[in-house]
């Protein structure tokens, strides 16, 4: 079975540009996460995905952040215009229903400059 | 408002003896309890989980206990391993809503020859 896969796996922006990260979950799996964490942090949930409807946004920037799931399976991340406290790693994980433990892709490393 | 806390941010064992990483919540709310591992540049992997109907689980070499009046929650690893050095997340999940999992800020544990 194939895991959660993410795209891509570093990236280095300068402040105030754009980004796009893309996951693509296990199949089946229809609800969909994607984190923040910031070194020395642990994951810090910013937006929850059943199937193509979004069920918790509550930590997300969203003056910054979007994200979508379009036809319920592959998402992007956006953040426009990056900061610097954006750098982190940004996680995808998936389940197969909220409750049911994530799988997580490796994620992507966002550096900020 | 960190829900769930583990409060060692390392920890350094000999190979063979017991590792055991503590985890405090304060949300009576949490119905559900995972550990994760997480080796660098690569996502959480899931280890170990626990409902809140049960005091112990046990998988192995790992062992997850519950005291739900103290809220607090640890997991031992029983003998330690050179493989086990990584950085242990503990998580909860919220009953209510999303049913989204909150993450404690990780304790990296070193096992020494």
């Known amino acids: 079975e194939a895991g959660v896969a993410q795209s891509p796996r570093y990236k280095i922006i300068e402040k105030r540009q754009s980004v796009a990260f893309w996951c693509n979950p296990i199949s089946g799996h229809a609800t969909l996460y994607w984190y923040q964490q910031i070194l020395g942090q642990g994951p810090k949930l910013l937006i929850q995905?059943?199937?193509?409807?979004?069920?918790?946004d509550s930590q997300l920037p969203k003056d910054r952040f979007s994200a979508e799931r379009l036809k319920g399976v592959d998402s992007t991340l956006k953040i426009q215009p990056a900061k610097l406290e954006d750098s982190a790693v940004y996680l995808c994980?998936?389940?197969?229903?909220?409750?049911?433990?994530?799988?997580f892709g490796a994620g992507t490393r966002l550096s900020v400059l | 408002d960190q829900q769930v806390k583990q409060n060692s941010p390392s920890l350094s064992v000999q190979e063979g003896r017991i590792s055991i990483l503590n985890c405090d919540y304060t949300?009576?709310?949490?119905?559900?309890f995972l550990w994760y591992k997480k080796y660098p540049a690569e996502g959480p992997t899931f280890l170990i989980s626990?409902?809140?109907?049960?005091d112990k689980n046990e998988d192995g070499r790992f062992t997850v206990f519950l005291n739900k009046s103290a809220k607090h929650l640890s997991l031992h690893i029983v003998p330690s391993q050179p493989g086990d050095s990584a950085v242990y997340f503990c998580a909860a999940n919220l009953r209510q809503g999303a049913q989204k999992l909150v993450f404690g800020q990780g304790t990296r544990l070193t096992i020494n020859p």
């Open positions: 949300n009576s709310m949490f119905d559900y």
């Open positions: 994980a998936s389940s197969l229903e909220p409750g049911r433990r994530p799988y």
């Open positions: 995905f059943q199937n193509n409807g979004v069920v918790d």
């Open positions: 626990i409902s809140s109907i049960k």
